[in-house]
């Protein structure tokens, strides 16, 4: 990777603020080809063999089925979930202080507030849709660390998911002052043989006068309606084997 010296803010640490827009889609994390509105994709997955997420057999299996059997998460306007909120569609926004980074988003109104002083998690018991977040900086890169998912969201349109034993870690550097490069080390040993990486980048918007919109997404919306009235259920997240 290049280096680039970023800019900064009075705190000494790389300035990350500003709107910044997705470079792929989120119908796939995996490879996937051109279909009826659906833009093709190569795969976020970047340090395995195939570039395919290394799900363990049931997983696999369960996966091939997905979207046949559940609606998708996100039509009841659900929060997109960690790592999904990085490349959910629309614009983002990165608000930092010396406490927190925060990371807003356009879709479903979804945010997360990162607080970047050292301190544990929340408890194991507790459950949330975007996961709990520390930061730190290590350089010029903001790692995140992330716990405590419910399990309740999918990577993708894809039905590509995860439970609620999900653990990553995510490292933001800017490459130059329009680009941020984006990587997740995706851990969950109830669904995957082994730790995963995905990678993609965010480029700068720079449009004169740009803001985050509200977007018109409500709970009770006929996409889940519609999903019902053709036998799709409710996505309620995976029970692996052995729990």
């Not at 992330?146 to 590509?160: E, F, I, K, Q, Y």
């Not at 889940?224 to 259920?233: A, F, I």
């Amino acid at each position: 990777m290049k280096t680039f010296n970023p800019p900064r803010r009075v705190d000494g640490r790389p300035d990350m603020q500003g709107y910044w827009n997705r470079t792929v889609t989120s119908q796939d994390v995996e490879a996937h080809p051109e279909g009826y509105g659906v833009q093709a994709g190569p795969s976020l997955v970047i340090d395995t063999p195939d570039r395919n997420i290394p799900y363990q057999p049931w997983a696999r299996e369960l996966r091939k089925d997905m979207v046949e059997r559940y609606i998708s998460p996100l039509a009841s306007c659900s929060p997109p979930g960690m790592p999904r909120h990085v490349y959910a569609p629309g614009p983002h926004q990165i608000v930092q202080t010396p406490e927190y980074l925060v990371h807003l988003l356009e879709y479903a109104h979804a945010y997360r507030i990162i607080p970047m002083a050292a301190g544990p998690h929340v408890g194991n018991a507790i459950k949330l849709w975007q996961g709990d977040s520390r930061g730190h900086w290590e350089g010029n890169t903001l790692v995140v660390d992330v716990t405590n998912s419910n399990g309740l969201t999918w990577l993708d349109n894809a039905g590509n998911f995860y439970s609620d034993a999900l653990h990553m870690v995510e490292r933001f550097t800017l490459v130059d002052a329009d680009t941020i490069h984006y990587e997740a080390r995706v851990e969950d040993p109830t669904v995957y043989t082994r730790p995963w990486t995905m990678a993609l980048a965010l480029i700068r918007n720079k449009e004169p006068g740009f803001e985050l919109l509200e977007q018109a997404c409500h709970e009770g919306n006929h996409s889940v309606e519609s999903g019902l009235s053709v036998g799709l259920k409710p996505y309620r997240g995976v029970v692996p084997p052995g729990r």
